[in-house]
Structures are given as structure tokens and as C-alpha cells.
């Protein structure tokens, strides 16, 4: 098709065409002939261009299957999510590594109980994190949440329970330096308490036993912060049927620390003749038995606060419940501790425990709630019970 045009006017290398109906059209001078000037009029022949049309098309079709082809058919797989090891205070989740198809990681973070436990360090590289500071047989939710260049992807909820004070199936032990019956006889005490044996230090290793603190495993297990014991310390736990203190059973300890449990003391009893009576003196006092237990001494003991007793005797449920929340600030502290050197580990938000204790001595309730009140204004985030 054939078009004349009358040039009005040229500037800036655009001219200004118009039609014979008096229509104004901007075109680009250089594509006009250079002798061009206001008043000339120019022929200007358009046509479709079929051949150019289609060789476009070919290469746009072309382009989309390549995207579609590696882009759009695998998409980034959702975390699975697995409890690799549970203790007392700490739980060792673990997953499979990362498939992210052609996506692009944003983030990989842990939830715990629905609220943000902390980002995954390296997550393309890390397949394993563990908690600490947990409270003593407590249910825990735990989910995974990945964030891609491809959208966001959650793993299944997984649900775990900390480990009663008698169960020792979470005992993870890496032996070190021992001789050869020592070892024998480690290995047969762990299979009998339930426990597992790790070759080299882990994530999920709990207690390093030796009797020498050398070599490169007990490097690893000092870098880490993981207790190095006696192998007498899994004897023990299996003597007493519950999680014994380490403190006794350090390379250095001194044996005396070892504290004999109610168990064994049973035993003795049982073993040993009953005791004759001895007759009362005249004019001598009878000796005073002396307190056995946490609570008579407590009870016992002269200015003890007055808030912890009732009667003279500290009420055992008091106790037990005080003795709760004090474990769980100190396995609060030791998270923040342990995060020094295990960055990888998330810091809880919060102690797991943080509502008064229902005490029964009524001069204790008032006094109790105001501390704890005044505890949480230091954790804002924390919704907890009224």
C-alpha cells in the first residue's frame, strides 16, 4: 500500500508528517531521504511481512518450551522432618538434604510450637540441629519452613516428647581412650540401659567416656562442650535406674562425689541386720534422728523462708514443682552457653517454664506471682497462662 505524505516540519531528527486529511504523524527523519525539507512530500509503501512474522513466532515458541523445560517441571520438595535423638533437656532433629530443583534458597527456619525457634545456618549444608534447654518430659511441635525463589514450602508437623528422668534410651555415648575390658564392659552397660554407642563425636553424642583425655575425639568432645566421664557414670545410671550427675564422674572428680541414690540404699538396708536397741541413760537425752530426705532438712534447717514451709515440713508437691522451673532456667542459661560454640543451635525464645508454681502454702501464692510477673516483662513475646 502506497501512502504520500507532505513534510511540515523536521527537528531533532523527528519530522512531522501530514495526510491529506490533515493528520499529523511523528516520524523518525532518519529513515527519510536526506535532501527532505518542510513542504516535501514523500511516498512511503507498507506491507505485511509474513516470512519475518512467522521465523518470530518460531523463536518465541522456541524459548518458552526451553523455559517450561527446565524450569517448570520439578518444583522445590518440601523439608522432612525426623527426631534423630531425644534426652532429658535436649531433642536432635534432623532432615533430608535440601531439593530445590532450579529454585534459588531463600531461607530454611525452625518453628517450635508454632512460634520462630531460629534460621538454619548454611541450609544447603546442614541437615541437623539440636535443642537444648527443654523442660523434662514435655511434648514439643516441631516444622520446618522453607522459603525458595519458587514460593514457600513447610515440612509435616512432627511432634516429640523429652525424656522421662528414668529413661535412658537417650543416652548417646562415644567412647575414647579405655582399656580393652573397660570398653567390653561400657558396651554391654549402654545395650543394657537401652542407650546407643557412637564411633566419633556427633551432633546427637551426649556424654564422651574415657578414662585418658587425649586424642582427636576428646578434642572434638572439649570443642563442643559435650561431658567427658568415668565409664563408671553408665554404671551408675544403670545402679540407679535414672540420669545420674556427671559432676562425680569427671576425669579428675574425686569418687567421693558420687552420691549413692535411694536404690542402692534400699539394697543395703535390706542386706544389713536390723540394728539393736540401745536403753536410754538416765538422766541422758535420746540422740535425734537426723533428716533423710531434701524436704525434712529444708524443714529442719533454722531460718529457712518461711514461704517454703507450712507446719514445719516443706509440702513434697511444693517441691517437686520448684525443682521443675529451677531445671529449667538452668537449662535455659546452658542453651545461651552452648549457642557460643554451637552456633548452629537455636537459643530458645524463653525458659520453658515461666508461670508461678501452684503452691499450696497460701503466704507463698502472692509473693510468687508478683516475681514471676515482673520475670516475664523481660520476654514481652511470651503468652503463656494468666
Given at each position: 500500500?502506497?501512502?504520500?505524505?507532505?513534510?511540515?516540519?523536521?527537528?531533532?531528527?523527528?519530522?512531522?508528517?501530514?495526510?491529506?486529511?490533515?493528520?499529523?504523524?511523528?516520524?523518525?527523519?532518519?529513515?527519510?531521504?536526506?535532501?527532505?525539507?518542510?513542504?516535501?512530500?514523500?511516498?512511503?509503501?507498507?506491507?505485511?511481512?509474513?516470512?519475518?512474522?512467522?521465523?518470530?513466532?518460531?523463536?518465541?515458541?522456541?524459548?518458552?518450551?526451553?523455559?517450561?523445560?527446565?524450569?517448570?517441571?520439578?518444583?522445590?520438595?518440601?523439608?522432612?522432618?525426623?527426631?534423630?535423638?531425644?534426652?532429658?533437656?535436649?531433642?536432635?532433629?534432623?532432615?533430608?538434604?535440601?531439593?530445590?530443583?532450579?529454585?534459588?534458597?531463600?531461607?530454611?527456619?525452625?518453628?517450635?510450637?508454632?512460634?520462630?525457634?531460629?534460621?538454619?545456618?548454611?541450609?544447603?549444608?546442614?541437615?541437623?540441629?539440636?535443642?537444648?534447654?527443654?523442660?523434662?518430659?514435655?511434648?514439643?511441635?516441631?516444622?520446618?519452613?522453607?522459603?525458595?525463589?519458587?514460593?514457600?514450602?513447610?515440612?509435616?508437623?512432627?511432634?516429640?516428647?523429652?525424656?522421662?528422668?528414668?529413661?535412658?534410651?537417650?543416652?548417646?555415648?562415644?567412647?575414647?581412650?579405655?582399656?580393652?575390658?573397660?570398653?567390653?564392659?561400657?558396651?554391654?552397660?549402654?545395650?543394657?540401659?537401652?542407650?546407643?554407642?557412637?564411633?566419633?563425636?556427633?551432633?546427637?553424642?551426649?556424654?564422651?567416656?574415657?578414662?585418658?583425655?587425649?586424642?582427636?575425639?576428646?578434642?572434638?568432645?572439649?570443642?563442643?562442650?559435650?561431658?567427658?566421664?568415668?565409664?563408671?557414670?553408665?554404671?551408675?545410671?544403670?545402679?540407679?535406674?535414672?540420669?545420674?550427675?556427671?559432676?562425680?564422674?569427671?576425669?579428675?572428680?574425686?569418687?567421693?562425689?558420687?552420691?549413692?541414690?535411694?536404690?542402692?540404699?534400699?539394697?543395703?538396708?535390706?542386706?544389713?541386720?536390723?540394728?539393736?536397741?540401745?536403753?536410754?541413760?538416765?538422766?541422758?537425752?535420746?540422740?535425734?534422728?537426723?533428716?533423710?530426705?531434701?524436704?525434712?532438712?529444708?524443714a529442719t534447717t533454722p531460718g529457712v523462708n518461711q514461704k517454703?514451709?507450712?507446719?514445719?515440713?516443706?509440702?513434697?508437691?511444693?517441691?517437686?514443682?520448684?525443682?521443675?522451673?529451677?531445671?529449667?532456667?538452668?537449662?535455659?542459661?546452658?542453651?545461651?552457653?552452648?549457642?557460643?560454640?554451637?552456633?548452629?543451635?537455636?537459643?530458645?525464645?524463653?525458659?520453658?517454664i515461666m508461670d508461678p508454681p501452684p503452691t499450696e502454702a497460701?503466704?507463698?501464692?502472692?509473693?510468687?506471682?508478683?516475681?514471676?510477673?515482673?520475670?516475664?516483662?523481660?520476654?514481652?513475646?511470651?503468652?503463656?497462662?494468666?
Amino acid at each position: 500500500m502506497l501512502i504520500s505524505l507532505t513534510v511540515g516540519k523536521v527537528d531533532a531528527g523527528v519530522a512531522v508528517l501530514l495526510t491529506e486529511d490533515k493528520r499529523l504523524i511523528e516520524f523518525p527523519s532518519i529513515l527519510l531521504p536526506p535532501s527532505i525539507s518542510s513542504g516535501s512530500i514523500v511516498d512511503i509503501t507498507v506491507a505485511r511481512n509474513i516470512d519475518s512474522e512467522n521465523t518470530a513466532h518460531k523463536a518465541f515458541q522456541g524459548l518458552q518450551s526451553s523455559i517450561l523445560e527446565t524450569y517448570g517441571q520439578r518444583s522445590p520438595s518440601p523439608p522432612i522432618l525426623r527426631c534423630r535423638n531425644a534426652t532429658q533437656t535436649s531433642i536432635v532433629l534432623e532432615w533430608d538434604p535440601i531439593d530445590l530443583a532450579t529454585a534459588d534458597i531463600r531461607s530454611l527456619s525452625l518453628y517450635r510450637n508454632g512460634n520462630k525457634a531460629g534460621g538454619i545456618p548454611r541450609p544447603l549444608e546442614t541437615t541437623a540441629t539440636k535443642i537444648s534447654g527443654l523442660a523434662v518430659d514435655t511434648e514439643y511441635m516441631f516444622h520446618l519452613v522453607l522459603r525458595t525463589s519458587a514460593g514457600q514450602y513447610t515440612s509435616e508437623k512432627l511432634v516429640v516428647r523429652t525424656h522421662k528422668m528414668t529413661e535412658l534410651s537417650g543416652i548417646t555415648v562415644t567412647p575414647g581412650v579405655l582399656p580393652a575390658p573397660l570398653r567390653e564392659s561400657l558396651t554391654g552397660a549402654v545395650d543394657r540401659i537401652g542407650g546407643r554407642i557412637a564411633d566419633t563425636v556427633r551432633i546427637d553424642t551426649t556424654h564422651f567416656v574415657c578414662t585418658e583425655g587425649r586424642g582427636r575425639e576428646w578434642e572434638k568432645a572439649v570443642e563442643t562442650n559435650i561431658p567427658i566421664v568415668r565409664p563408671e557414670w553408665v554404671e551408675g545410671c544403670e545402679r540407679e535406674g535414672r540420669i545420674v550427675g556427671v559432676r562425680g564422674y569427671y576425669l579428675n572428680a574425686d569418687p567421693r562425689l558420687r552420691k549413692v541414690g535411694q536404690s542402692v540404699m534400699q539394697q543395703q538396708q535390706q542386706q544389713s541386720p536390723p540394728a539393736e536397741q540401745s536403753s536410754v541413760v538416765p538422766g541422758s537425752e535420746p540422740k535425734k534422728e537426723q533428716p533423710s530426705t531434701p524436704e525434712e532438712k529444708m524443714a529442719t534447717t533454722p531460718g529457712v523462708n518461711q514461704k517454703f514451709q507450712m507446719s514445719g515440713k516443706v509440702l513434697a508437691k511444693d517441691y517437686v514443682e520448684y525443682m521443675r522451673r529451677l531445671q529449667a532456667n538452668l537449662a535455659y542459661l546452658a542453651s545461651i552457653a552452648e549457642h557460643t560454640s554451637k552456633p548452629q543451635n537455636p537459643i530458645p525464645q524463653f525458659p520453658a517454664i515461666m508461670d508461678p508454681p501452684p503452691t499450696e502454702a497460701e503466704n507463698a501464692k502472692e509473693g510468687l506471682r508478683d516475681m514471676y510477673l515482673k520475670m516475664r516483662e523481660l520476654w514481652p513475646d511470651y503468652k503463656g497462662k494468666a
